[in-house]
């Protein structure tokens, strides 16, 4: 079974730039829920949707950040101007029904110069 | 509001010896679920386990296994005659099991273990 898949792996871009990261949840999972991780803070819940609706997204650090997910099989996060301090690794996370676990992608490493 | 404490921030242990991570958490939800991940070197959260608040039981799964105590609000995870590909960052979380934020995720700050051949 395929797992989430995050693209791309590995970003490096210029502050200023636009930047998207994309992930696609496991066939079926009805929530998703992107991830930022720093050494800093450690992991941290950016915004999570439910049926492709989001609900709680008190963890986006501030406007450049925004986040859809225009179908059950696809969602993006997106950082506009990116700055430095937007590098961290992005995990996104996709569970099922009910009270199943949450599985992860393998994460996008972003690097912003 | 939910807190997880993973008080050991890292561990060096040496091949075939057993190590246990601690856990502790705080919540007012009557029902709630715990959970332990882990990250390789490699970067990528695998989910281990999955426990509820209803169910004390010990659970062993090969070398892995948990101590979950209600009265002590932890959930200890130990590793039996561990190998240096036990080498990682681990990860205790809690989530509620209703409400507004249903399924999200509380992670602790993780315990480095370092398994040295």
């Known amino acids: 079974d395929a797992g989430v898949i995050q693209s791309p792996r590995h970003e490096v871009t210029e502050m200023g730039q636009e930047v998207t990261l994309r992930c696609k949840p496991i066939?079926?999972?009805?929530?998703l829920f992107w991830y930022r991780q720093t050494m800093m803070r450690g992991l941290e819940l950016l915004i999570y949707?439910?049926?492709?609706?989001?609900?709680?997204d008190s963890g986006m650090p501030e406007d450049r950040f925004s986040a859809k997910m225009p179908n059950a099989s696809f969602s993006t996060l997106k950082i506009q101007p990116s700055e430095p301090r937007d590098s961290a690794v992005y995990f996104c996370?996709?569970?099922?029904?009910?009270?199943?676990?949450?599985?992860f992608g393998d994460g996008t490493r972003l690097s912003i110069l | 509001a939910q807190k997880v404490t993973q008080a050991q921030t890292e561990i060096s242990v040496v091949e075939k010896e057993d190590v246990t991570l601690d856990c502790v958490y705080e919540?007012?939800?009557?029902?709630?679920?715990l959970f332990w991940y882990k990250q390789p070197p490699s970067g990528e959260l695998v989910f281990l386990i999955r426990?509820?608040?209803?169910?004390?039981q010990n659970e062993i799964s090969g070398r892995y296994s948990w101590n979950f105590q209600k009265s002590t609000s932890s959930f200890n995870f130990t590793i039996t005659a561990s190998q240096v590909v036990d080498s990682a960052v681990y990860f205790c979380?809690?989530?509620?099991?209703?409400?507004?934020?249903?399924?999200?995720?509380?992670f602790g700050q993780g315990t480095i273990l370092t398994v040295h051949p």
């Open positions: 979380a809690l989530s509620n099991a209703g409400g507004t934020s249903y399924g999200k995720l509380t």
């Open positions: 919540t007012r939800d009557t029902t709630y679920y």
């Open positions: 066939s079926g999972h009805n929530s």
């Open positions: 996370a996709s569970k099922g029904f009910g009270n199943q676990p949450q599985h």
């Open positions: 949707f439910n049926n492709n609706v989001p609900i709680d």
């Open positions: 426990r509820n608040s209803f169910d004390e």
